[in-house]
């Protein structure tokens, strides 16, 4: 990959992401907070765990492409977790911190797009081509996340095309 494609590619879903992430967001909002310990099977995580995760995961997948290094610190994420005291408050951090980490990825010069990091051994690419990686997590959670809402007596919002609850306008 050159770094024209790198760029292009880094756009491409730059954009990607931050039009999924208003979603994201819709979807961890729809939690309630009293029944943010709600899991459907005792295998599953609870909202909470799925929502913390999914929130914190999207910004540290920019973050960690940014930076060009993967590096996951278990008492750092319960550390920040346990700041969050409402839904809302993970909702605000999430809609705070992940435009600011585009906006950093964004910025990055093309050739740095093009500089191989290594997902735990598991594969290395480009720093671009993570960025596919990442949007896929997040919507994988994201799904897991929105099968519990209805079940946990909230609405479901829109995600690609209107729901039972949120028609699409």
């Not at 459907?40 to 290094?69: M, Q, V, Y």
Request: proline share 5%; aromatic share 10%; no cysteine.
């Amino acid at each position: 990959m050159n770094a024209d494609q790198a760029k292009f590619l880094t756009d491409y879903f730059a954009n990607l992401l931050e039009t999924e992430s208003k979603t994201t967001a819709k979807v961890i909002a729809a939690v309630p907070d009293n029944k943010r310990d709600y899991k459907p099977d005792d295998k599953s995580r609870s909202a909470w765990d799925l929502a913390t995760h999914l929130a914190l995961g999207d910004i540290w997948f920019i973050d960690s492409i940014i930076n060009g290094a993967y590096k996951f610190d278990a008492d750092a994420e319960k550390q920040q977790v346990a700041k969050f005291k409402s839904v809302s408050d993970l909702v605000e951090h999430y809609n705070r911190e992940f435009p600011l980490k585009l906006k950093a990825l964004r910025a990055l010069p093309p050739e740095n797009l093009t500089n191989v990091v290594d997902f735990f051994g598991v594969f290395q690419s480009p720093k671009a081509g993570h960025l596919g990686f990442a949007n896929n997590h997040s919507i994988h959670h994201r799904g897991q996340l929105a099968s519990y809402l209805r079940s946990m007596g909230s609405k479901v919002p829109s995600i690609y095309g209107g729901s039972a609850d949120e028609p699409m306008a």
